[in-house]
């Protein structure tokens, strides 16, 4: 114990206090940065239930894209491909500051919020992104550049679905 001036202080209780208080204060662990420009947000690559096929379950996989420019930016040209090589190309979508657009791999009537992949193969409906094992999406702009990708390693989970934070 400490004394003086009349004050009685054991000191691990005080060094108690002091670390109790920094931890009180300081976060866990940083919360992750945000990503500036056009960039991915969310991946669903897994929709929930069984892959039966239908425009709905398609449409249960999705891409997100955000733009976190203080403008708008024109997607045109601006592509999302998979580690296979199935490309989607936008064409005139004008982004707005902020906003997000869901890219979904079935097919369906385009809007500002989301546009629809209609992803074929050999002619018939099919999914894009693996449900299991590794992929990769990677979102090129208009001049072909890499911007972004997000990459993951799915569990193939059937009833539950799957999703990456990009950000």
Not at 122 to 131: D, F, H, K, P
Request: with cysteine; glycine share 12%; aromatic share 8%.
């Amino acid at each position: 114990m400490l004394r003086g001036n009349g004050i009685r202080v054991a000191v691990p209780v005080a060094a108690g206090l002091v670390g109790l208080l920094a931890c009180a204060v300081a976060p866990a662990q940083a919360a992750p940065k945000h990503q500036g420009g056009v960039h991915f947000g969310w991946i669903q690559y897994n929709g929930p239930g069984a892959d039966n096929g239908s425009n709905a379950s398609r449409n249960s996989e999705y891409v997100q894209i955000h733009n976190a420019n203080r403008s708008a930016v024109q997607l045109k040209g601006y592509k999302v491909r998979d580690k296979n090589g199935w490309t989607y190309t936008f064409r005139a979508l004008k982004l707005g500051a902020g906003k997000t657009v869901t890219l979904r791999t079935g097919s369906g009537r385009n809007t500002a919020a989301n546009v629809y992949w209609d992803h074929r193969y050999r002619g018939r409906a099919a999914y894009v992104w693996n449900n299991s094992g590794k992929e990769t999406a990677t979102l090129l702009n208009s001049k072909g550049r890499s911007v972004d990708s997000c990459s993951w390693k799915g569990k193939g989970q059937r009833t539950k679905a799957e999703n990456v934070n990009c950000h």
